[in-house]
């Protein structure tokens, strides 16, 4: 039950930081304290390497999260911070995206790529493709938002529903 906490604190977190798929051209280097990606997991390994690349993710999407665009996008264009005083009109609102902060959103796209590349290293294939399938949802989401297709409102709302669909499907390929 811990770890399922632990999980569903690491997904909610992660989530709020999403944006691109593109990969990184280079691995980052792995802290000695974290088991081998390439290495084959002995029995115990397992868990420990999931636990480690959940808490990697979670720290990377804290980083973000605290980042100067992050915060600038949170009550302006996304509802990153649900406690934010601007969620109710954000999610309501007509508006689409000025020039600025069409660039501020790709921005903070471009800067959550980082915490992305960390879950292609997920072993389980079920749970690789849920996140993967959120984020190619998410980036037409911010598309769409950013090529003034849809408003800030219907963005909010439609991110919002992509994040209930990861989570339930997130815990779902877990539990298999």
Do not use: H
Request: with cysteine; charged share 25%; aromatic share 6%.
């Amino acid at each position: 039950m811990k770890k399922l906490c632990m999980s569903g604190a690491v997904l909610v977190s992660f989530i709020a930081g999403c944006a691109s798929n593109e990969g990184l051209p280079v691995k980052q280097a792995m802290p000695s304290n974290q088991v081998s990606l390439t290495k084959l997991p002995q029995q115990g390994e397992v868990s420990t390497r999931r636990d480690n690349l959940q808490n990697e993710i979670a720290q990377c999407v804290e980083q973000v999260n605290d980042g100067q665009t992050a915060k600038a996008v949170d009550g302006t264009i996304l509802v990153l911070n649900p406690a934010n005083p601007s969620a109710k009109f954000l999610y309501s609102s007509p508006n689409k995206l000025t020039g600025d902060e069409a660039e501020l959103l790709s921005k903070f796209k471009r800067e959550t790529q980082k915490c992305r590349q960390i879950s292609r290293d997920i072993a389980n294939p079920a749970l690789r493709k849920v996140y993967q399938n959120y984020f190619s949802k998410i980036d037409r989401v911010y598309d769409d938002l950013i090529y003034k297709k849809i408003t800030i409102g219907v963005a909010n709302q439609e991110r919002s529903l992509l994040i209930s669909q990861f989570k339930s499907q997130w815990l779902e390929a877990l539990n298999k």
